[in-house]
């Protein structure tokens, strides 16, 4: 059974960094892509960043330039480093993995972890 454990988030200034982790177990994390996901109570969620198998990173357009996912396939972990960050940002973050980016949506997910940014 895949288990997806994150950790990270947190209270933070608008302005200021954190840096999300995701440690994956029972299943081959290399062959997988990684993705990170956040959701704000009443609104749909988001695909915020992904990284493929191979190392190819899709990003939302509100954090572009901002984040920046990268994955240790050798810890079976995957993070994402937020900086500059705003209050709109504030949300739960859920960690995916799934065979492919495309699928991702109906993969396996983290119980998620609240980042909160404060004005």
């Known amino acids: 059974q895949v288990q997806l454990v994150e950790s990270g988030g947190g209270l933070v200034q608008a302005g200021g960094s954190l840096r999300l982790s995701c440690v994956v177990s029972?299943?081959?994390?290399?062959?997988?892509?990684m993705g990170w996901y956040r959701q704000v109570p009443g609104k749909q969620r988001e695909l915020v960043a992904a990284?493929?198998?191979?190392?190819?990173?899709n990003y939302a357009d509100s954090v572009k330039g901002r984040f920046t996912i990268s994955r240790d396939n050798a810890k079976n972990t995957v993070y994402l480093q937020m900086n500059s960050l705003k209050p709109e940002d504030t949300a739960v973050y859920y960690c995916?993995?799934?065979?492919?980016?495309?699928?991702?949506?109906?993969?396996?997910w983290g119980q998620g972890t609240q980042v909160t940014v404060s004005s």
């Open positions: 995916v993995q799934a065979p492919m980016i495309a699928t991702m949506l109906f993969g396996s």
């Open positions: 029972g299943s081959i994390f290399s062959s997988n892509a």
């Open positions: 990284i493929s198998s191979g190392g190819s990173t």
